[in-house]
């Protein structure tokens, strides 16, 4: 019978209050060869899976390079200094997978000594590591947890299409398709299918898909390719009704990746932020959060110049006000003004709107809002922005036959995933990550 | 207080049993306008909303055209001829946004009278057809079931990314994207990173995202957009492994959707198949199921030609077989020709694979199979597809460096909510859907 790695400790307490006397039943370990170190004769030999790592003695030198896949039958016994004080006694060792000697990095090495070019490039061999694949563990909570309470909260999951006839928010920024005789382009958000979805009646969606940005940036916090989580609902008054759910979402995800992914976090030296301090996190308007950078900068004596708008360097420092007077790592940032918001953001007046971004740990992770539900305010606005109703048909009926109040916002999960655990660079918070020069493996 | 429609029999029932005496108390109800009806100088408005209709009753004539959002305070009343027994007296009826009255088709009727041009066509306004809409609450469910049952049994969900350097099997079929200064592909399935991921030591993987086939079919059966729901698992002995596993999968999936979706199977007129007749469905090799075919083919006394491969009409044909046989709308078959597979497949011997396919009341919606995981194994093979090992580096890694015997399958998402449903074209059971002509909405 197969026993995972960690069951071994189970295994052993099942044979220890066993009646049965005598030699003890052997237990399968299957997995991967981590490490090997040799002592006396006797060889010590780490055993990966899919659950952790297990210690399985060996009598006398064994010839397995690393990586390579194995099946060892044997004995579970104590050993305070093995792994949860358990360790596999083995009969024999069955090379199911024999792994070539030349692997290219050490992969059971320390991450951060290897560099990211090597870690992206090697990708393959990379997520062996176990650090490294934690951040994925990690990854598939989040998902899982963002999924579960918006069902909770009687949201509906859609799969909508990736391919459309023309941007959301005009033509910039869109991967092209050859799609037969015609062309076609990558979605950015499945904005107006949430929309859509919305106003059938349906009032409340959720998406995890790929989104896609033909953007020319090369930072640590961009990807061209990222998994969007998109919620959007219908009854709402204005963003700070979608803020609210936010925080619930948001303290729903910290306490399922606290509660499911403890080694990996500590892996990583991460921490997740407390229900109180998420249900606490400030909202700043717009031009106070920009106000609040000043006074940071002003109070560091730095001489970097006044910002204007919302940058990553605004960001970290409306962060860093936060923690200090909030106590907490997450603001929500509001009213942003209407030239830096797409056309459908519902208005406050003729310079603000229903809009907001939240930062988390000094990267904005969000950006959502209100939208226009009303078709005449619609037709108003297109022009203003360059856009011509005609193009824009099959939107525009969503609003000409009915639309409630309705909101959405969109977390990039890449990039909760990089602050939950404190990675330098989104990059590595995306399992096969697509920047400019990076289209493989 | 907002009370959905389905609520309002519970809420008729906590104004019945307190003891609070005098006049009830109003609720909310805020949805759509469904349908309207006058009767004696009495307004009968059914208004829809994301858990049901409720009829609402207002004095005298409305001015409402259909589909426009309203929200409508009132007292709950007993009627033993509306819905539930229940409907909402109207206080008054605020408009919340009025729809225009020149809907171009009767989005309350019967979907099987609107033509499926209309529908597609006009999506945005075919999904508030709650028929229409009632397929994506299903799929909704068979997307969480997918997902719930394999984590439960130790499947770590992954995001991959869809743009790829070349095929998995090939060039063909593959849409090109415009990527920077270089060309990539959208991707037919995640082949390559599932077996990756299982390669890495997290053993057991799901993903649940498009695929993509530039395929010029246009048949009530494809779609060149899909949600593909992939699965790939470590030590596995045989497809036979597989098999159980996704017999298993497909039972819990088919029982979430029967205790979750009784109204929208009732919508439809179907049914799910009982966890036993699962459970028995049959696994027969691929020469003898084009046996079986042929000898259906002859019972009929039809003129039809013999098969020699797996046709559409050979599915049809073994399905009716095992329904009378075995009771039961599943099959599965297996070992599958080596010509008919991909290069990874896992052989027999010089003919057979370990392969399969399930056909499902009679369509196929799923193929899968034991993989190679042989490095050496594979560069013999490669060379018998026209592959060349340089060309598939990264890939190769994954076996050079210890991989376990393995294997997987995938499910399309849109074909199994077309024969839970029994809708006539798959394309009914994508959203958004994509095909040659179609990319829009």
């Not at 934690?134 to 990854?139: D, E, G, L, P, W």
């Not at 310079?351 to 226009?372: Q, V």
């Not at 109703?389 to 995933?417: M, Q």
Request: net charge neutral; glycine share 8%.
């Amino acid at each position: 019978m197969r026993v995972l790695a960690k069951e071994l400790k189970a295994a052993l307490g099942a044979i220890k209050s066993s009646d049965a006397a005598g030699v003890p039943d052997e237990v399968l370990v299957k997995g991967w060869v981590h490490r090997v170190r040799e002592l006396g004769g006797i060889s010590f030999v780490m055993v990966r899976d899919r659950s952790g790592i297990a210690q399985v003695v060996v009598e006398g030198k064994v010839d397995l390079p690393l990586e390579s896949v194995v099946s060892i039958p044997g004995v579970v016994a104590a050993n305070d200094k093995a792994p949860d004080g358990v360790e596999l006694r083995a009969s024999r060792v069955d090379v199911i997978s024999r792994a070539a000697p030349d692997l290219p990095f050490p992969v059971n090495g320390d991450p951060t000594k290897i560099g990211l070019d090597v870690i992206l490039d090697q990708r393959p061999l990379s997520l062996r590591n176990t650090k490294i694949r934690a951040i994925f563990s990690v990854q598939a909570t989040i998902i899982d947890a963002f999924s579960s309470f918006l069902r909770s909260r009687g949201f509906t999951e859609m799969k909508t299409s990736k391919l459309i006839g023309s941007g959301t928010e005009g033509g910039t920024g869109l991967f092209e398709v050859d799609y037969f005789d015609t062309k076609v382009y990558l979605a950015q958000s499945p904005q107006f299918y949430k929309q859509t979805m919305v106003a059938t009646g349906m009032e409340r969606v959720f998406e995890v898909a790929p989104a896609y940005r033909a953007e020319k940036h090369d930072t640590p916090r961009h990807l061209n390719e990222y998994v969007s989580m998109d919620v959007e609902m219908a009854f709402i008054d204005s963003e700070r009704d979608l803020i609210a759910l936010e925080k619930e979402l948001l303290s729903s995800i910290f306490e399922a990746v606290s509660s499911r992914n403890g080694d990996e976090l500590a892996a990583w030296g991460a921490t997740v932020p407390t229900p109180e301090s998420v249900a606490a996190a400030p909202i700043v308007a717009h031009d106070e959060a920009i106000a609040i950078a000043a006074r940071e900068v002003e109070k560091s004596g730095s001489s970097a110049k006044k910002a204007y708008e919302i940058s990553p360097e605004v960001e970290r420092l409306v962060c860093a006000w936060s923690a200090r007077e909030h106590g907490g790592e997450l603001v929500f940032i509001n009213e942003f003004p209407r030239r830096h918001r797409p056309f459908y953001t519902f208005p406050i007046d003729a310079s603000r709107t229903m809009s907001f971004d939240a930062i988390f740990r000094g990267l904005e992770i969000t950006t959502g809002g209100r939208r226009h539900n009303e078709y005449q305010a619609l037709l108003d606005v297109l022009p203003k922005f360059g856009l011509k109703a005609e193009d824009l048909t099959d939107y525009l009926n969503v609003f000409k036959y009915g639309c409630p109040p309705h909101g959405g916002f969109a977390i990039g999960c890449e990039r909760l995933t990089q602050k939950i655990l404190g990675l330098q660079n989104v990059k590595e918070a995306s399992l096969f990550p697509r920047d400019r020069k990076r289209v493989r493996p």
